[in-house]
């Protein structure tokens, strides 16, 4: 498997994982009555770890599809150099580092690896459509 389908993997993984503390986390704080129930109002509020772990999930997911994409032209089109190794390298790098930093409440610091895993996505958006890189 390639370096790329093996990041893409591990961001699946990690994907998943985040999805699982964040619904542990806000789930044991809205109580069994909720998480079993139909949900048809808003959620009762919870603590801002738990909240920064939800939207630090949906945030995963804003950013994963395209990931995805890439990774997936990238090897269907047989493109594999510097750029996309790179890329996918240090989009799965960036979004490990970026959950802590979000759960702590770190500012600045957060969003400049948000922008450095989504400059990654980029540039393996560039290597697809300049094989030459």
């Known amino acids: 498997m390639s370096v790329e389908l093996t990041m893409l993997a591990i961001a699946s993984v990690l994907g998943l994982l985040q999805l699982l503390i964040a619904a542990r986390t806000g789930n044991s704080q809205r109580g069994v009555r909720w998480n079993v129930g139909a949900r048809d109002e808003a959620p009762p509020p919870v603590g ?76 393996m958006y560039v290597a697809l459509f300049y094989p030459a890189l």
Not at 72 to 92: P, S
Not at 111 to 120: C, D, E, F, N
């Open 48 to 123: 801002k770890v738990a909240g920064r772990l939800e939207r630090a999930f949906r945030n995963f997911m804003e950013t994963f599809a395209f990931f995805a994409v890439a990774v997936i032209l990238c090897a269907l089109a047989a493109r594999h150099n510097w750029a996309t190794i790179w890329g996918a390298q240090t989009y799965v790098a960036a979004r490990i580092l970026y959950l802590p930093l979000y759960a702590f409440g770190v500012p600045v610091l957060r969003t400049l690896i948000w922008l450095l895993a989504t400059v990654s996505i980029l540039l």
